[in-house]
C-alpha cells in the first residue's frame, strides 16, 4: 500500500485563508504581543531619548531666539557652526574634543601594553602568587573610577585651589599643576581603570589558546619568533583590538574622572563640557555635545561588531584539550613579580589605602598619634559648617544611602525582570523581526555613553509630553534612565540564559495544559532565578557606583550615595566625601562578589560576545 | 475513542523551501500502537509535534475523533495545552525545578485535582513505572532510564486518550531498551491508549508497533504490519531502510541478477533492480535453476550468527553479496559454492523503484487506502 496518491493532491489553502490561520495561532499565544509591547517601551525609553537629542542639535533652543535670529523649533545651523567654525570654536569645542581624544588614546594605549604583559605573566607563566594576583589585579574593575581620581587628590593635591592640601604637600613638596591636575593624572587613572579591563579580555583569550597550536608550528620547524608572529598574534589579535575599542569607547563619555582632577585647571573634555551646557542652560550645546560623544560611541562599537564577526572566522576549532603550559620565568622571576606586586600596590592598596587613612586623619599625610580620629565616621558636633556629624551619625549619608539603594534597587529590579522577559522574546517570538530588533535596541544603550544618555533623558522628559507629566526633579526621570541605561547588561543576561533554557522544558508544560501565565510562573521564572539574580544584581552594581546619570538627573531631593560625596567634593569635604566613596567601593565588591559566588562565572564571560 | 486523522498535511519550516513534511495522509486507529519509522531528517518527529499542536501546519488538516485540531483552510487551531495529548519528549524535558512528585503532580494541579485524589495517584503512577522511592529526587539525580519512567508517568498521570513518544528509547542502553520495550508493551495493553511513537531504530518499531508508518524525506512511503513492511517492502527505500544487515540489491542489467531471476516463471521486462534478503538464500555445493556461483571472501561471526560475504565475479561486473546465517558455516574462504535464492526473499523494483511483485508473491495487505488499523497488542 503506497501512502502518497497523486491522484488525492489536496486544494491548496488560500494566501487569505493562511494568514487567518496564522493569526488564529498567533492569537493562542500572547508572546508576540508581549513583544510588540517591550519594542513600543524600548522605543519610548531608548530610541525616543536619543532621537531627541539629535533632533536638539538642529533647532532653535530656548533663550537663543536672538543669537540665531529665529523662534523656538526652528531649523537652525547655529549650534553646529558655534562647535565647529567659529570664533569660539577652539575654546569651547575642539580643545575639549582634543583633550578627550588625548587621554581616551593614551590611557588606551598604556592600559593595552602593560595589561597585555600582566595577562602573559598571569596565565603563560610559572609567575609565583599568579593564583591570587589574578584575582587582586582585577580588583580596581569592580571600583567606580572617580575613586582613584579622589585618590589621587587625597595624595597629589596642591595649593593652587585651596583646601586641604595633598599628603605629598603636607610633607612639605611643592607640586605643579600638571602633576596635580588635568591630563597626567587622568591618563594615569584611567590606564590604572582599564588595565584589568585588558587583563580579563587579553588573559581570557591567551587561556583559551591551547599550547598545541604553538607546540605544532615548533614541530612544523618554525622558530620561537616566528610562532609568536605567525600563530600567537593573529590569533590574539580579535581579542586585543576589542578591548581596545571598548576601552576607547567608554574613555570617551568618561565624566568622573575629568571632572574631579581637570575641573581646578579648566582642564575640560567633551563629557565636562556637556555637564556645563547642561548647567548653563545651553540646550543646543549640549546636544552637540552629546551628539559627538555618541557618534564616536557608535561608530567604535560598530567597528568592534564587525571585527568580532570578522574574528569568529577563525575561532579555535577543538578546544577540548585546551592545555595551557606555562613557561618558566627563570631568572626573571622576582622582577615579573615585583611589577605585578607594584601594580598592585599602585592600582589597589595606595588608592584604597589612602582613601582609607584619609577618612581618619585630621590634616592629610600626618603620621602622628593625635591626627588621626574617628570623628569623620561618628563623631559628633564637630567645628564644621555644614555637616556636623561624622558620616555614619548623619542623616543626609542614611537618606542619601536609602536613595541609592531604593532608587537604584528598584530600577535594577525593573530592568532584570524586562531583561528576562526580553530574553525570553527574543529567544521565542514567533516573527524574527520582533526578536532581533528587541535585541538591537536593548543593546543600544551601550553605545551611547551615560553622559550623553542622561541629557537625553533631561532633553525629553523635562517637559511634559502627552500624558506623561514633566519628570525633572522626581525619582521617576532617574528611574527610567537607570533602567534604559542598564537594558544592555540586563537583556544580554536575559538572552544568554533564555538561549541555554531550549524548547522542551516550556514544550512540556505546555502539554501539560499550562498557559502562558502559568508557564512564566512555574516553569521559566522559577528555573530562570539564577539568571534573574544576576541580571538584578549587575546594573544594581553597576548603578550603585555610576556617576553620569546621576549627576545631570538627580537633584537635591533625589541626593543619592554618588551625588552626595561629589558636593562633599565640591564644599571640600574631602573626609566625609573619601568616606561616602569608600562605602560606595565596598556596596560595589561585596556586590559582585556575591554575583561571582552566585553564578559560579568570573567576570570576563560577562564582557565578551 | 480517539481516532486520529492527517489529511493532506504539509509543514514548511519559515526560512525553508522544502516542505519538511509533504501532503501526508494517516489515520490511525483508537487504541492503534502505530509508530512513524524514517532516517533522521525525515519529518517523524514534525509529525509528532503537529499532532500536539506544538508545531502548525502550513497545509491541510489534523483531527481527533472528526474534530479538526488544526486545520489551515478553515482557520481552526487548538493550542497544546487545550488538546489533552500526552506527548513524552526524545530529552524527556522533565523540570528541572521540581522532584519527581512535584513532575508528576503538575498536570493534575492544572486540572485543579483535590489534593487527596492527586496524591494517589502519584502514588499510583510511581508504582505502576516501577520508580517508588525516587518521589523526593530532582531530575539530575536520576538515571536516563529512572527520567525516561518519571516522564511516561508524567504524562500517564492525567490519562490522554492518545500518547505521542519521541524516540523513547533512543537515550537508554541496551539493557534498559528492553525493560522498557516490554514497559511501554505493557501500558499499551493496561491503559488502552492510543499510542504514537516515532523513531529511527527499526528494531524498536518492529518489536513495538501494530503498526508502521515509513517515512523518507518528508513523505510516507508504506504504511502495513511490521510484517507487511519487511516481508512486502513498498518500495525500494524501504526495502533498503528495514534489515540488517541490509538487503543485497544488484542491478537487474547484471549477469548475476539474470541468473538469479532465471528461476522465476516470467521474466519482467520492466525491473530495474534485484533485491535479495541476507537471510533469505542458501548456500551449497550443488547447482540449480537460479543458483549463483560465488566465491566465499569473507566470514564474520556476530555471536550466535554468521556473516558470509560471497563474491560472484563470472561477468563483467562482479556483485557482493551478503548472507546471514544461524549455524556456522562449513565454508572457509575462497570456497567456490553455489548460492539458491529463496523465492519470498527476492524482491524486484522497477525504474521507480516500486516493488513489482514476483509470480507467487502479493503485494502489500489490501487493507482500506492508507489505513492503519488497530492490531492486536504484542
Not at chain 2, 518528508?218 to 517492502?233: F, H, K, S, V
Amino acid at each position: 500500500m503506497i501512502a502518497a496518491d497523486p491522484s488525492q493532491s489536496p486544494q491548496a489553502a488560500s494566501a487569505f485563508q493562511k494568514l487567518r490561520h496564522r493569526l488564529v495561532v498567533a492569537s493562542t499565544e500572547p508572546t508576540l504581543f508581549v513583544g510588540l509591547l517591550l519594542l513600543m517601551v524600548f522605543l519610548w525609553l531608548i530610541a525616543m531619548p536619543l532621537l531627541t537629542i539629535f533632533a536638539d542639535i538642529f533647532t532653535v533652543q530656548i533663550g537663543d531666539e536672538p543669537r540665531t535670529g529665529g523662534t523656538v523649533g526652528d531649523w537652525t545651523f547655529y549650534y553646529l557652526e558655534r562647535a565647529f567654525a567659529s570664533r569660539m570654536s577652539q575654546l569651547i569645542f575642539l580643545q575639549p574634543l582634543w583633550n578627550t581624544l588625548k587621554i581616551a588614546l593614551t590611557s588606551m594605549v598604556l592600559a593595552l601594553v602593560i595589561g597585555s604583559i600582566l595577562s602573559w605573566l598571569l596565565v603563560r607563566t610559572d609567575l609565583m602568587g599568579r593564583g591570587w594576583l589574578s584575582t587582586a589585579l582585577v580588583i580596581p574593575f569592580m571600583l567606580p573610577a572617580w575613586t582613584f581620581a579622589l585618590a589621587w587628590t587625597t595624595l597629589f593635591k596642591n595649593a593652587t585651589i585651596g583646601g586641604q592640601p595633598g599628603w605629598v604637600e603636607g610633607m612639605g613638596y611643592q607640586l605643579p599643576d600638571w602633576v596635580s591636575y588635568g591630563a597626567f593624572p587622568t591618563i594615569i587613572i584611567m590606564t590604572l581603570n582599564y588595565i584589568p579591563f585588558v587583563i580579563l579580555l587579553v588573559g581570557n583569550a591567551l587561556r583559551r589558546l591551547d599550547s598545541q597550536l604553538e607546540d605544532a608550528g615548533r614541530m612544523l620547524g618554525a622558530s620561537q619568533s616566528t610562532v609568536a608572529l605567525r600563530i600567537v598574534f593573529p590569533l590574539m589579535r580579535p581579542a586585543v583590538m576589542s578591548a581596545a575599542l571598548l576601552m576607547f569607547a567608554d574613555a570617551i563619555g568618561e565624566f568622573s574622572v575629568p571632572y574631579v582632577l581637570g575641573l581646578p585647571v579648566q582642564f575640560e573634555t567633551l563629557a565636562t563640557s556637556l555637564y556645563r551646557a547642561i548647567g548653563t542652560q545651553q540646550t543646543g550645546m549640549a546636544a552637540v555635545f552629546a551628539g559627538v560623544i555618541m557618534v564616536i560611541g557608535i561608530v567604535t562599537l560598530t567597528i568592534d561588531t564587525w571585527m568580532m564577526r570578522e574574528a569568529r572566522r577563525f575561532a579555535i576549532i577543538g578546544g577540548k584539550g585546551a592545555m595551557g603550559r606555562r613557561q618558566s620565568l627563570g631568572l626573571l622571576q622576582l622582577p615579573a613579580f615585583a611589577l605585578a606586586g607594584m601594580m598592585f600596590a599602585i592600582a589597589v592598596i595606595i588608592p584604597l589605602g589612602a582613601l582609607a587613612l584619609s577618612t581618619v586623619m585630621h590634616l592629610p599625610g600626618r603620621f602622628e598619634l593625635s591626627n588621626f580620629t574617628l570623628d569623620y565616621w561618628i563623631g559628633t558636633n564637630l567645628d564644621t559648617i555644614a555637616l556636623r556629624n561624622g558620616i555614619l551619625l548623619s542623616s543626609e549619608f542614611w537618606s542619601a544611602a536609602w536613595n541609592s539603594v531604593r532608587i537604584v534597587g528598584s530600577a535594577s529590579l525593573c530592568a532584570g525582570l524586562l531583561g528576562l522577559l526580553t530574553g525570553y522574546i527574543v529567544v521565542r517570538a514567533p516573527m524574527r523581526g520582533v526578536s532581533s530588533l528587541l535585541r538591537q535596541i536593548t543593546f543600544f544603550p551601550y553605545l551611547v555613553p551615560g553622559i550623553a544618555f542622561a541629557a537625553a533623558f533631561l532633553t525629553l522628559f523635562a517637559v511634559p509630553h502627552g500624558p506623561i507629566p514633566a519628570l525633572y526633579g522626581t525619582p521617576w526621570i532617574l528611574l527610567l534612565a537607570l533602567i534604559a541605561d542598564q537594558m544592555p547588561f540586563a537583556s544580554r543576561a536575559g538572552i544568554s540564559a533564555m538561549t541555554q533554557l531550549g524548547h522542551d522544558v516550556e514544550d512540556s508544560a505546555r502539554i501539560a495544559g499550562a498557559g502562558w501565565l502559568r508557564r512564566m510562573r512555574s516553569i521559566v521564572m522559577p528555573i530562570q532565578k539564577g539568571a534573574l539574580v544576576t541580571a538584578i544584581l549587575m546594573p544594581f552594581i553597576s548603578g550603585i557606583k555610576g556617576v553620569s546619570l546621576f549627576i545631570i538627573l538627580a537633584v537635591p531631593a533625589t541626593d543619592v550615595l554618588t551625588t552626595f560625596s561629589i558636593r562633599l567634593i565640591d564644599y571640600n569635604y574631602t573626609q566625609a566625601a573619601n568616606a561616602v566613596v569608600l562605602m560606595i567601593t565596598m556596596i560595589a565588591l561585596v556586590g559582585t562578589l556575591v554575583i561571582n559566588r552566585i553564578t559560579g562565572t568570573g567576570l570576563a564571560q560577562g564582557l565578551e560576545s | 475513542m480517539p481516532q486520529i486523522t492527517l489529511s493532506n498535511i504539509t509543514k514548511t519550516y519559515a526560512g525553508s523551501n522544502a516542505p519538511a513534511v509533504r501532503n501526508v495522509n494517516l489515520t490511525v486507529e483508537d487504541g492503534a500502537f502505530m509508530c512513524v519509522l524514517g532516517p533522521s531528517g525525515c519529518g517523524k518527529s514534525t509529525i509528532l509535534r503537529m499532532i500536539s499542536g506544538l508545531e502548525t501546519l502550513t497545509e491541510g488538516e489534523i483531527a481527533v475523533d472528526g474534530r479538526a485540531l488544526d486545520n489551515v483552510a478553515t482557520g481552526q487551531f487548538v493550542p497544546p495545552e487545550k488538546r489533552g495529548i500526552g506527548l513524552v519528549f526524545q530529552s524527556y524535558a522533565l523540570w528541572p525545578h521540581m522532584t519527581v512528585a512535584a513532575n508528576i503532580e503538575f498536570g493534575l494541579k492544572l486540572q485543579n485535582m483535590p489534593t487527596k485524589a492527586r496524591k494517589a495517584r502519584v502514588a499510583e503512577m510511581v508504582k505502576t513505572l516501577r520508580i517508588e522511592g525516587l518521589e523526593d529526587r530532582y531530575p539530575a539525580q536520576l538515571s536516563g532510564g529512572q527520567q525516561q519512567r518519571v516522564a511516561l508517568a508524567r504524562t500517564l498521570a492525567v490519562t490522554p486518550g492518545i500518547l505521542l513518544l519521541d524516540e523513547p528509547l533512543s537515550n537508554l542502553d541496551a539493557t534498559l531498551r528492553l525493560s522498557m520495550r516490554a514497559e511501554l508493551s505493557r501500558l499499551h495493553r493496561e491503559f488502552g491508549t492510543t499510542i504514537v511513537f516515532v523513531t529511527h531504530d527499526q528494531w524498536e518499531a518492529m518489536t513495538l508497533a501494530t503498526q508502521i508508518a515509513v517515512m523518507s524525506k518528508g513523505e510516507l512511503q508504506q504504511i502495513g504490519t511490521p510484517d507487511d513492511i519487511y516481508a512486502r517492502p513498498a518500495n525500494r527505500f524501504v526495502a533498503e531502510f528495514i534489515g540488517n544487515p541490509p538487503i543485497n540489491l544488484i542491478p537487474a542489467s547484471s549477469s548475476a541478477a539474470q541468473v538469479l531471476i532465471s528461476a522465476a516463471p516470467t521474466s519482467l521486462a520492466d525491473v530495474a533492480m534485484i533485491g535479495l534478503r541476507p537471510e533469505g538464500m542458501v548456500l551449497n555445493t550443488t547447482d540449480g535453476p537460479g543458483a549463483l556461483p560465488v566465491v566465499i571472501s569473507e566470514i564474520l561471526p556476530t555471536g550466535g550468527a554468521w556473516m558470509v560475504e560471497v563474491t560472484y565475479a563470472n561477468g563483467q561486473t562482479p556483485a557482493h553479496l551478503t548472507h546471514t546465517t544461524q549455524s556456522p558455516p562449513p565454508w572457509r574462504v575462497g570456497d567456490a559454492v553455489f548460492l539458491h535464492p529463496q523465492p519470498h526473499a527476492l524482491h524486484a523494483f522497477d525504474h521507480t523503484g516500486t516493488r513489482q511483485a514476483l509470480p507467487g508473491q502479493t503485494t502489500p495487505t489490501q487493507t482500506p487506502l492508507l489505513r492503519a488499523s488497530a492490531g492486536e497488542a504484542l
